[in-house]
Every structure is written in C-alpha cells, then in structure tokens.
C-alpha cells in the first residue's frame, strides 16, 4: 500500500511485463528522436559509393588535378606533383576555370588557388591566349 492511497497488486504488475513485447524485439521506428537533429548521419565508409556532383569533383575525386590541398593551421597551400611550369595548360586551365563555380570545400580552394598559381608562371599568356576561346564560356558560367 503507497501513502497516496493508490494500491499496486504485484501480481497484475509482473503479468503485465511479461505480455509486453520484449525490448530487444525490433520495432518499426515511427518516430525520430529529438537528438537525431543534433547528431546528423556520418558517412557510412562500407556503404555505396555516391557519385561526385559536378565535373570539376568528379576530375578532382580521380586525381586528373596534378595538384592537392595541404591544410595549414592557419593558412592552406596547394601542393604540386610536379611543377606548375611543366604542366600542359590545354585541359589543366579550362578544369580549373570550370572549378570557379563550386561552392564546397576543397573544391572552391583548388579551382582558385591552381587558376591563379598556373596564371602566374612564367609563359602563362602564351600558355593561355590559345585556350581562350574555351575559357571565355567558362568564366563567364562561373560569373554569374
């Protein structure tokens, strides 16, 4: 007997737990928990693997850029394979140029980093005014 004058038989209460289903018998999850909006799902590394979204990822994702992010504390840098005088400007300069219109990191970095460092080299204009009629496009896509 409880002091709030509410009685509890015991025997109706250990009936009760053994009809209810077991909690290790699965149920069908019908509502999200407030803490899924705090922890988002992570990438499953044995799940299927999900195609890049743009050209410029796709190219980057395979290694067709000779060049790659190194992170900083406080400042990144692009690290070449080889030298960025040494490197065919002919389809290097337009990916590049097609990577100015990505929004998410490491991309956006690469794309301005690499078109800038390539327009700095020396022979750069010799190098480029060829590729200019597919350049023009480009920059233009990426502008707007």
Same mark, same amino acid.
């Given at each position: %007997?409880?002091? !709030?004058?509410?009685?509890?038989?015991?025997?109706?209460?250990?009936?009760?737990?053994?009809?209810? +289903?077991? +909690? $290790? !018998?699965?149920?069908?999850?019908?509502? #999200?928990?407030?803490?899924?909006? *705090?922890?988002?799902?992570?990438?499953?590394?044995?799940?299927?693997? !999900? %195609?890049?979204?743009?050209?410029?990822?796709?190219?980057?994702? @395979?290694? /067709?850029?000779? $060049? %790659?992010?190194?992170? /900083?504390?406080?400042? &990144?840098?692009?690290?070449?394979? $080889? *030298? #960025? =005088?040494?490197?065919?400007?002919?389809?290097?300069?337009?990916?590049?140029?097609?990577?100015? %219109? =990505?929004?998410? &990191? #490491?991309?956006?970095?690469? !794309?301005?980093?690499?078109? @800038?460092?390539?327009?700095?080299?020396?022979?750069?204009?010799?190098?480029?005014?060829? *590729?200019?009629?597919?350049?023009? #496009?480009?920059?233009?896509?990426?502008?707007?």
């Amino acid at each position: %007997r409880m002091s !709030s004058g509410i009685q509890i038989n015991p025997k109706t209460a250990v009936q009760k737990s053994k009809t209810s +289903p077991l +909690p $290790c !018998s699965p149920q069908p999850a019908t509502k #999200p928990k407030p803490s899924d909006r *705090l922890n988002p799902k992570t990438i499953d590394p044995f799940g299927a693997y !999900s %195609r890049p979204t743009s050209a410029f990822a796709a190219i980057y994702a @395979k290694g /067709g850029i000779p $060049c %790659r992010l190194v992170h /900083g504390s406080v400042k &990144h840098r692009l690290q070449w394979e $080889c *030298l #960025p =005088e040494t490197v065919p400007f002919d389809p290097l300069l337009v990916t590049l140029a097609e990577g100015l %219109r =990505e929004t998410k &990191h #490491p991309y956006t970095f690469v !794309s301005k980093e690499g078109f @800038k460092e390539l327009l700095m080299v020396d022979g750069a204009t010799e190098k480029a005014i060829p *590729l200019l009629p597919r350049l023009v #496009p480009v920059l233009k896509a990426a502008l707007v």
